[in-house]
């Protein structure tokens, strides 16, 4: 009887520290990690011992060996993987691993605003955080503005190459489905109205009106007289804005790009527009307007005669009589 309680007891003892053993085994790898707040972690490529070593720099595992080891247990699962990661705040061994194999690349966001010249595209490119390279201004009105997704350690250069892919697709399906009796003959010369039609208007709404009466002066052998064009001119695509109103000095700028000294479209575009621009350029508003000025509150007023568009020109200046500079117009 007394051995056969000594073998009891040692298999009582060996079940305990069995479970003992088991509970450690499961703390440390479902229990939570000692990261206090949730952080965007880049995981070089490199071995096993190296990322567990940059993991537990940073805080996200307690010890480098157990997450070797854990690794290797579950190797079956996939391997860990390079790239920028979101690690949870306390996250366990276990959800660590998880992230390694299984989730997506944190993803950065790169804004191009309506109505930027190529310039200040690059600019922006440039600037971007994580992305590698340096790129030069693109082809103006090469690039659709819009948002885009990047992650950790891509080209700007390959960043620039979508945007100018989604500017082709665009404005291909665009240009497709165009109404017809345009004064355009190419996608280039839809793109290059949309942007100066861009750089009029703050205003969506009005795109398609102000396209109409460019439209309407193209198809009447008009000079365009676009403010923007003479801006792009004087400031050698710099900018898209001046710190004065445009005077008769710029009006008399020496350039194809001054649509006040030269008929038709200019020879390329002056800023890259959106696809409302676009749109607008290819489904202009049913106007015989020929003239435009602004309000002062962001909007314009229209005339189908150039005695009408002295008179609002008037009431312009009258309303801002305390003002000395005049109102962009189309002249």
């Given at each position: 009887?007394?051995?056969s309680?000594r073998?009891i ?5 060996v ?5 003992l053993?088991r509970?450690?085994?499961d703390?440390a790898?479902?229990?939570?990690g000692?990261l206090p707040?949730s952080a965007?972690?880049y995981?070089p ?6 990322v ?11 010890t480098?060996l157990?997450?070797?080891?854990a690794?290797?247990?579950t190797?079956?699962?996939g391997?860990i ?9 306390h996250?366990?061994l ?7 194999r299984?989730?997506?690349e ?7 605003p ?5 310039v200040?595209?690059a ?9 590698t390279g340096?790129?030069?201004p693109?082809?103006?009105g090469?690039?659709?503005p819009?948002?885009?997704d990047?992650?950790?350690g891509t080209r700007?250069?390959?960043i620039?190459?979508?945007m100018?892919?989604a500017?082709r697709t ?5 240009w ?6 345009l004064?355009?003959?190419s996608?280039?010369?839809a793109?290059i ?12 709404a009005?795109?398609?009106k102000?396209a109409?009466?460019?439209?309407n002066r ?9 403010d923007?064009?003479?801006?792009f ?6 900018s ?10 710029d ?6 790009y001054?649509?006040y ?5 200019p020879?390329?575009p002056i800023c890259a ?5 676009i ?9 015989d307007?020929l003239?435009?000025?602004?309000t002062?509150?962001?909007?314009h007023?229209?005339a189908?005669t150039?005695?009408k568009q002295r008179?609002n ?6 309303r801002t009589s305390k003002k000395?500079s005049?109102p962009?117009t189309?002249?």
């Amino acid at each position: 009887m007394r051995g056969s309680g000594r073998l009891i007891l040692l298999l009582l003892t060996v079940l305990v520290l069995l479970q003992l053993g088991r509970m450690a085994v499961d703390q440390a790898y479902d229990g939570p990690g000692p990261l206090p707040a949730s952080a965007d972690i880049y995981i070089p490529p490199g071995s096993t011992r190296q990322v567990a070593g940059l993991l537990a720099r940073k805080k996200v595992i307690r010890t480098p060996l157990i997450f070797e080891v854990a690794a290797f247990l579950t190797s079956r699962q996939g391997p860990i993987r390079s790239g920028e990661f979101r690690f949870i705040d306390h996250g366990s061994l276990r959800s660590v691993l998880r992230t390694l194999r299984f989730a997506p690349e944190v993803e950065h966001k790169a804004t191009i605003p309506e109505g930027l010249t190529s310039v200040q595209i690059a600019d922006i490119i440039n600037a971007l955080p994580d992305a590698t390279g340096h790129v030069a201004p693109p082809p103006e009105g090469s690039v659709l503005p819009q948002t885009y997704d990047y992650t950790y350690g891509t080209r700007r250069a390959a960043i620039i190459a979508r945007m100018q892919t989604a500017m082709r697709t665009a404005l291909a399906k665009a240009w497709a489905s165009r109404a017809q009796g345009l004064p355009l003959q190419s996608p280039r010369q839809a793109l290059i109205l949309a942007s100066i039609v861009q750089l009029e208007t703050p205003l969506p709404a009005e795109l398609p009106k102000i396209a109409g009466v460019y439209e309407n002066r193209l198809g009447k052998g008009m000079m365009l007289q676009a403010d923007p064009t003479v801006i792009f001119a004087v400031t050698h695509g710099r900018s898209t804005a001046l710190t004065h109103r445009v005077d008769d000095h710029d009006l008399s700028t020496a350039s194809p790009y001054n649509t006040y000294r030269h008929h038709g479209l200019p020879p390329g575009p002056i800023c890259a527009p959106g696809l409302a621009a676009i749109r607008a350029v290819l489904h202009p508003a049913d106007t015989d307007a020929l003239f435009f000025v602004a309000t002062g509150k962001g909007g314009h007023v229209f005339a189908r005669t150039f005695a009408k568009q002295r008179a609002n020109i008037a009431r312009y200046l009258a309303r801002t009589s305390k003002k000395a500079s005049a109102p962009p117009t189309t002249r």
